[in-house]
């Protein structure tokens, strides 16, 4: 659940420049905090920065003769002056343009030593009002003198476009930033040629392993992806394939609900991988996993050493997570979940009907069941997505829900958080969004699904599995059991 802050409205974000909407919290592009934005001042005026006269104008008729500057360093020794457009060049045999012999008058040195002196000769029509003030360097150590200005942060506007170098190019097997494609991106994340922060790796996450596919994605309002899955396939004792899909979504109101669901959707899955190679019925199996996944985002909200052993309030805002699963094994569809996470069935023939195979743990779903509101009521109200079950250390008690079914035509079995349905909620919704080819490419289906949502608003992190189902025709209708 999120909370609303009362923040400057803003067109734009701080700190990439990227567009917003009203009520963002975050950046989606950078993931910079909107709430931290101070309020912006009604006027920002532009003020003109001008160097001061250094002395009056030189008569035209006469040669340009530097008066001494009116400034002084540290030292009280008056530093010299003169325009950078006038800087002194050199002839074919190095030596300075300021003698009699190249049409120049001598020009008498500033106190305080050398200074650069202006190649401009008599009749020039040069005038020395408004002559901006240059500390040049001094002579290099070696003796050495040398006319160049002290280093810039910005390029001098004088050589820059003459000077502009390419970036160097990233060394081999080191990150590419995927703003200007040849920055190379340093430890914190940010390309050490534009500057743009980088996405994390599980902004977006995609896997395709053999029939079954999975996307996750942050969305475009979340500061960071709080979802996880796994996607695995094993052989039952007989030689047949099982294939596994688990999905988690992670509770924002918790804390580090990003390593609740990481943990969760490892541990469900590494319990599978163990169990059905064995022989045990895969709803069984499912069962067990939700509760090693449960387990797992427990051990998150463990005291470190040396706490108060007696802290009451050591689980309050615990790490915490929903999850869902599928098993295809043989001719069983096994489904599993503790939250609103979801598994929807379409049949390969659209002309077929569709169905959801699970059932939310949340307010909405209380309301439904009790008869006081219908559906469509019950998931317009702003408690509807209050969850009533989850995985965590705070959780008032595991309630781990599964159920076999057996279906009798091919199908796809799409396995999803929220962050998907919210855009396809009831079945026929979700089997308009599915592509017609999925069943044949569903990491193309699951990417297009992901699409969906984001085109939809983004509201929240976006994570779908897709597990294509596979059986002849039997002509008879599906069977089903629910724990």
């Not at 009451?312 to 790490?319: I, M, T």
């Not at 008032?396 to 396995?415: M, Q």
Request: hydrophobic share 40%.
């Amino acid at each position: 659940m999120s909370q609303s802050h009362q923040q400057p409205a803003l067109s734009k974000c701080p700190g990439c420049e990227e567009p917003l909407d009203a009520g963002d919290l975050f950046c989606g592009a950078c993931g910079y905090d909107l709430s931290a934005v101070p309020a912006r001042p009604g006027d920002r005026p532009t003020m003109a920065i001008t160097v001061p006269p250094a002395g009056p104008a030189a008569p035209a008729a006469e040669a340009v003769r530097w008066p001494a500057a009116a400034e002084t360093d540290s030292s009280d020794v008056p530093a010299p002056v003169h325009r950078p457009a006038d800087l002194p060049g050199t002839d074919s045999g190095g030596r300075p343009l300021t003698g009699p012999e190249h049409g120049q008058e001598p020009v008498p040195e500033p106190i305080g030593g050398p200074g650069p002196v202006s190649a401009a000769g008599p009749g020039s029509g040069a005038e020395s009002s408004a002559v901006p003030v240059r500390h040049d360097d001094r002579a290099a150590q070696d003796g050495a003198e040398h006319a160049g200005d002290f280093a810039l942060a910005a390029p001098d506007p004088r050589t820059a476009e003459h000077a502009a170098a390419a970036p160097a190019a990233p060394a081999a097997g080191a990150k590419v930033c995927v703003a200007c494609r040849s920055g190379r991106v340093d430890p914190d994340g940010y390309c050490e040629n534009c500057g743009h922060a980088q996405p994390r790796e599980r902004d977006h996450m995609e896997q395709e392993l053999g029939s079954v596919a999975a996307v996750s994605d942050r969305g475009l309002r979340h500061h960071r992806n709080e979802d996880s899955f796994a996607v695995s396939s094993t052989s039952l004792p007989d030689g047949s394939p099982a294939v596994v899909a688990i999905v988690c979504d992670g509770v924002s109101s918790a804390s580090r609900p990003d390593e609740a669901s990481a943990a969760a959707a490892s541990a469900a899955n590494e319990s599978l991988l163990a169990s059905l190679p064995r022989g045990t019925h895969p709803q069984q199996a499912m069962h067990e996993a939700i509760v090693a996944a449960s387990e797992a985002v427990n051990a998150l909200a463990q005291e470190p050493a040396g706490a108060m052993e007696h802290d009451a309030h050591r689980h309050q805002n615990a790490p915490a997570c929903t999850l869902v699963g599928a098993i295809m094994a043989g001719e069983l569809l096994i489904v599993g979940w503790v939250g609103d996470s979801r598994v929807y069935w379409v049949p390969e023939d659209r002309t077929q009907p569709t169905a959801r195979l699970t059932e939310d743990d949340s307010w909405a779903a209380q309301m439904v069941a009790a008869g006081l509101m219908n559906e469509a009521e019950a998931y317009a109200d702003e408690r509807a997505h209050a969850i009533t079950g989850w995985l965590g250390a705070d959780a008032y008690e595991l309630e781990p829900h599964t159920a076999a079914f057996k279906p009798d035509r091919p199908g796809l079995v799409v396995v999803c958080t929220d962050g998907l349905w919210n855009y396809a909620e009831s079945a026929e919704e979700m089997a308009a969004a599915v592509p017609a080819d999925a069943q044949q490419h569903p990491l193309r289906g699951a990417q297009v699904l992901v699409g969906h949502a984001l085109d939809g608003g983004g509201h929240d992190n976006v994570t779908v599995a897709l597990v294509p189902f596979a059986v002849r025709p039997q002509g008879a209708g599906s069977a089903c059991e629910t724990v």
